[in-house]
């Protein structure tokens, strides 16, 4: 019976996307290999046999896996978020979470979706992140816009106001006027039982030319 | 997140890996340490427990760490190691039996017999396998200490009956190998 011959690599040491390491990720700077073409279908299946070896335990199939996931994923993150480092934090992620969770790999699962799966995950996240931000910023801009003071309608009224109580103190005598801007600063004598009278006939008379300018609520 | 080389990067990643791969492997603890519950359970020695047990525990997390196949080693290993783990123990608690006109342990041809139970399932299972020496090393690793916290109730003699028994469970393994190369 002939001999068994020793038992040879199915897959390459070479990127299965690429046909070398991978050189997408050059320190915060994107080259052209992140935004080639789609995985061929030879490529595809070197990518699965690596990721099935790496799931068993084999480690010398860890770099062709990194070398053909790495520029595929950030490719994929870039395409989804629009932005060059949104993606690159969000292929980082999902590199992380993959070589994580790659013993529990299993040979039926296609290698290259089941990575796309983190990475269409982190972008999710990623996306979410930034609208629970940008929500966040957008009520503490409206909150501060509403503790600064009155509103311009409120304004308007309150000089509204101000204006008739001043037209109409104006018509009253001028005994009676001094009375009141006394009362109003705060300026009057203390204990004084001649003053308080004054000031409620100067209010009365003053009640009574407000309702001639301006009518009652009866 | 720190912008980073690809080298870096890939260290990290081969840090995720071995962190995940140690993870997974935590999970053949869950086979061995109730066996070591059980053992100190019966009454077996904790002295005895506990070296047996750390051995046979660093064996499987180690072997489930380095390759799957290992972790399937590991789990031959404890399966093979039941019969020799119970047996003994199952027939010392019925009591001394009488067979001949002088006494007999039962607990010593029960130790052989679960010895080459254990060798043959793990003859058995190996010869499904591509490396069959490290994936039967691994398993008589394992199979074999744990076997010995049942066995060793008739302390020497039931050690050196298993281990026979292992040896003679594993004997068509190796004359099948031996067959086919030559």
């Known amino acids: 019976m002939p001999r068994r011959r020793p038992r040879e690599r199915a897959w390459s040491t070479e990127s299965p996307c690429h046909g070398s390491p991978a050189r997408g990720y050059t320190g915060g700077t994107l080259d052209g290999q992140a935004s080639g073409n789609l ?53 980082q992620a999902a590199l992380m979470k993959l070589f994580l969770h790659a013993t529990e790999f299993h040979a039926d699962r296609d290698a290259l979706a089941w990575a796309l799966g983190f990475a269409a995950f982190e972008c999710r ?19 501060a816009l509403a503790g ?62 407000w309702r001639q300018t301006h009518g009652s609520h009866d | 997140m720190v912008p980073m080389t690809e080298a870096r990067l890939e260290r990290r990643a081969r840090w995720a890996y071995e962190l995940g791969r140690a993870a997974w492997a935590s999970h053949a603890l869950l086979l061995v340490l109730p ?7 019966v009454g077996r020695p904790s002295g005895l427990v506990f070296i047996l047990g750390g051995a046979v525990a660093t064996i499987a997390f180690g072997g489930a760490m380095v390759h799957r196949r290992y972790s399937r080693a590991v789990l031959a290993g404890v399966l093979a190691s039941l019969p020799a783990f119970a047996l003994p123990v199952i027939i010392r608690s019925l009591g001394i039996v009488r067979l001949v006109p002088r006494t007999l342990d039962p ?24 490396h069959r020496p490290s994936y039967w090393l691994v398993a008589a690793l394992v199979a074999a200490p744990l076997g010995t916290l049942g066995c060793s109730v008739v302390g020497g003699a039931g050690v050196i ?4 028994g292992l040896a003679v469970g594993t004997l068509p393994l190796v004359l099948r190998t031996e067959m086919r190369r030559s």
């Open chain 1, 39 to 91: 995985v061929d279908p030879r490529q595809r299946e070197q990518l699965q046999l690596a990721m099935t070896a790496l799931a068993g335990g084999d480690r010398s199939a860890f770099h062709p896996v990194f070398a053909g996931l790495w520029p595929v994923l950030l490719r994929f993150c870039r395409h989804s978020l629009r932005d060059l480092d949104l993606a690159q934090d969000a292929a």
């Open chain 1, 125 to 143: 996240t990623t996306r979410n992140r930034g609208l629970r931000r940008r929500e966040e910023n957008d009520e503490t801009r409206l909150l």
């Open chain 1, 148 to 209: 600064a003071g009155s509103s311009p309608e409120d304004t308007s009224i309150e000089a509204d106001l101000s204006s008739a109580a001043l037209e109409v103190l104006g018509s009253l005598r001028p005994g009676d006027a001094e009375t009141i801007h006394l009362a109003l600063a705060g300026e009057r004598p203390a204990g004084s039982p001649a003053f308080r009278k004054r000031l409620q006939r100067a209010l009365e008379r003053l009640r009574i030319a």
């Open chain 2, 35 to 41: 066996l070591l519950l059980v053992a100190r359970w």
């Open chain 2, 107 to 130: 607990c010593i041809p029960a130790s052989i017999v679960a010895g080459i139970l254990a060798g043959a399932y793990l003859a058995a299972r190996t010869v499904a396998e591509k």
């Open chain 2, 161 to 164: 009956g298993l281990v026979a």
